[in-house]
């Protein structure tokens, strides 16, 4: 049997399945599309499920994918073993009511057998007890004995999910050895040791599951196939696990490299050196697709994976940053097959290096913590860190449960792993809790599931504002319906439509659709699936009915202004990354006729200088006039022209490229202006953050550039009208008036203070010894809490050592302040403890330092007890 790499062996899988006339599709990214039931894609059929429902009529009736995925179920075994990993490539072959059994088990053995040249001797079959159709296909016509196929139960060979399509199973197996066997007599197919390893399953989804056990034949039957190209790898390269594959270590010999350890030579080494080979995979692929480490969702996933990743660097001995240099040979190995990875990966290191970077800051603090808890059990006597502790530890700082075990057991303190777990499943629960109730789809169940799947719109609005059209469906916001009436809401489908759905950042237009008689008001307009567009709104007179002529106009003004913001983010787009690096991708946006927005990835606040000259390039480029051109091609060439994609963005076979000049080339579905001299003018008018790593610009274009300075030149000459002057001379009369303030301000301070010398009068007189330490006590009139100090200041050089209580009541509040100077501190007194036992006189609360406090209250009938009392709590203070 020849080796084959994994890239060939991906290449081969889908060139077989190509010619038997599948259409091989490329991988969708790891993000979901519409489906709120997964954070990440974790099979090869998971994007495909609306074709499986029904939902989409699917481009073709046989597809093949090798589909990224990331499974995290049990990431805390990844490492501990080398079966274990985070991101894996799923092989599939799908039918979507085209063939069945018989095709899909014959192909599934050629390739095996024919193509990659497996021993069809140490190859095992298994099928569902009761799928005797399965069975017979394998005897028959594969011409296995039937002693060597297996029938399993459904826990193994049935697949279903709750409700829904699902049906029996027939797996492959391959025999690998004995010497990965368990020695036990009887290991054949199916026992829970190495040496049998499944490598391929065909699931024929032939039933529909009522959700209470009632299965009922499906009409349309379906094959879901999924063979892990890293396992067929290990069977074909003839390894021992995953991680001995030949892209993977790849990545495994070049941590052994940076880290100057050999791999084999030591288990808590290969633990550290397998789980930053798949989680470096993992993080690279997710980058790619555009996730962000955050706290949450998808994000807190690959925060998570970096961080351990990280983590288990620093057990290697690497102190330096790694984790960027580590994925250049993640995105060698397997550009190949997944062109993005090459396409993204200036982002992909810059991400990497900024999370490692927040990370090793975290760790320290992290650290820091666990220092603070062990000094505190060690004075309470205990020798178990608390479960809610080694959880934040783990939640708050990254740190997981071993590592905090790891650090502790060198000291002889163990961890209530239940009381972790308890903390852990809590959030969990908040988590799950937190998830929306969704369909078997994993979107929202809506009244537009009930539309025919095969109904499709035709978008007419790049050429034209206006058309003709038939309605072919109409909703409530509950059902479908065959008319609406005046004043009802509802959705109208159209056979054809200028109306722009909201998409790619561009908001939907607005318009209204005119019958003979009725009109009805467009207030937006949304995408559904199988290519159709809602127009949602209301009837402003008459009644609309299914199956009526009728026009659609869009509202052009607002069309129009809408375009030239929409096209000034392409511009902005260029812009940003010419000011800040090739690292700036898109991270969504919003384009209507008031304003643009656009989110981009960035990690650091934009200086007022960028921001200029970001301004600056995109003003130049709208005055240079720069004809706006679109033209549809292949993906392909798309891609040699430079053109930027959107992250999680589906593309079809042909796309639009929009061109403004030589300066800015994107894929876009969006309207835009014919030059970009009619966005007349661009103003940034904020740059904000708006999670980890991204950034939001918030701007105007056109007329509104003129409005907004037309505002700025009205305040500006109210502001020099308040101060007597004009606009021209305003900072310099501003300057002048700044300068008299602060010297009336000085003016003031020193006439407060002299007030209060004289209010206060000679109190030396009222010095009292109160166990040998002199206490000065008194209260004056209208001072303010800035006053009491600097009084308490001077009178402490006057009295030496002692301790100086103040009290004034101004404006409503009474003010205490107390000080205590070194001599007195040393005696036991205690400037913020003392104002704590006055405070309650005057109906207030306050404290401070042992050397000076001071407090507020609202009772002035207070202050004199206030006074009285503060010499009964010194003395208790000196008694101590």
Partial sequence: MKSYGVNELRKMFLDF????????????????????????????????????????????????????????????????????????????????????????????????????????????????LDDDEAFEIWEKEIGIAPERIFRFGKEDNFWEHGAGPCGPCSEIY???????????????????????????NNVFTQFENDGNGNYEELDNKNIDTGMGLERLAVV????????????????????????????????????????????????SFMISDGVMPSNEGRGYVLRRLIRRAARHGRMLGM?????????????????????????????????????????????????????????????????????????KLYDTYGFPLDLTKEILEEKGISVDETGFQKAME??????????????????????????????????????????????????????????LVEGQRGTIICSRTPFYATSGGQEADQGVIL????????????????????????????????????????????????????????????????????????????????????????????????????????????????????????????????????????YGDEVRVVSMGDFSVELCGGTHVANTGSITAFKILSETGVAAGVRRIEAITDKAVFEYYEKMEEELMEAAKVVKSTPAKLMARLEALMTELKELHSENESLKSKLAKDALGDVMDQVQDVNGVKLLAAKVADVDMNGLRELGDSLKEKLGEGVIVLASFLGGKVFLVAMATDGAQKAGAHAGNLIKGIAGCVGGGGGGRPNMAQAGGKKPEGIDDAIAKAKEELAGQLNR
Avoid at 181 to 199: A, L
Avoid at 550 to 574: C, D, I, M, P
């Fill in 174 to 200: 391959y025999d690998r050895g004995e010497k990965y066997g368990c020695g036990s007599p009887d290991c054949t197919v199916g026992c829970e040791c190495d040496r049998y390893m499944e490598v391929w």
């Fill in 319 to 391: 102190k330096d940053l790694f984790l960027a240099g580590l994925s250049k040979t993640v995105i060698a190995e397997s550009k190949d097959g997944y062109p993005e990875l090459k396409e993204k990966e200036e982002f992909i290191y810059k991400v990497l290096t900024t999370e490692e970077e927040q990370f090793n800051r975290t760790i320290d603090q992290g650290l820091q913590i666990l220092a603070d808890m062990e000094e505190a059990m060690s004075r309470e006597g205990k020798k178990e860190l608390a479960g809610k502790d080694a959880f």
């Fill in 426 to 483: 809590q959030q969990r629960k908040q988590a799950r809790e937190a998830r929306e109730t969704t369909n078997y789809m994993g979107a929202d169940a809506t009244v537009y599931e009930q539309l025919d799947p095969a109904m499709t719109s035709e978008f007419v609005g790049y050429n034209t504002l206006t058309c003709e059209s038939e309605i072919i469906a109409m909703t409530t916001d509950k059902e479908l319906t065959e008319s």
């Fill in 515 to 650: 019958s003979e008689n009725s009109s009805f008001a467009v207030e937006d307009v949304i995408k559904l699936s199988g290519g159709k567009f809602g127009h949602v709104g209301y009837v402003n007179e008459g009644n609309l009915s299914v199956g009526e002529k009728v026009l659609l106009n869009v509202n052009e003004r607002n069309r129009r202004q809408t375009e030239k913001n929409h096209s000034a983010t392409h511009l902005l787009q260029k812009a940003l990354r010419t000011v800040l690096g090739s690292h700036v991708e898109q991270a969504g946006s919003s384009n209507n006729a008031k304003h643009l927005r656009f989110d981009f990835t960035h990690f650091s606040p934009m200086t007022p200088e960028e921001i200029k000259k970001v301004e600056h390039i995109v003003n130049e480029e709208i005055a240079a006039s720069l004809p706006v051109e679109t033209k549809l091609m292949s993906m392909d060439e798309a891609k040699n022209t430079g053109a930027m994609a959107l992250f999680g963005e589906k």
């Fill in 17 to 128: 399945f190509e010619s038997k006339d599948h259409l091989v599709m490329k991988s969708f990214s790891l993000v979901p599309q519409n489906d709120k039931s997964l954070l990440l894609i974790n099979a090869g059929m998971a994007p495909l499920k609306p074709y499986f429902t029904g939902q989409e009529v699917p481009p073709k009736t046989r597809v093949a994918t090798c589909q990224k995925c990331i499974r995290t179920g049990d990431i805390e075994n990844v490492g501990k073993t080398a079966r274990h990993g985070t991101f894996f490539e799923m092989l599939g072959n799908f039918s979507f009511g085209d063939y069945f059994k018989k095709e899909a088990i014959r192909w599934s053995w050629e390739f095996l057998t024919e193509v990659v040249g497996l021993d069809p001797e140490r190859l095992y079959p298994s099928v569902y």
């Fill in 236 to 283: 074909v390269q003839e390894v021992d696990s995953i991680f001995d594959v030949d892209t993977i270590k790849a990545i495994r010999d070049r941590i052994c490299e940076l880290a100057g350890v050999t791999y084999g030579a030591d288990e808590k080494n290969d633990i550290s050196i397998r789980v930053i080979t798949d989680h470096i995979r993992s993080a």
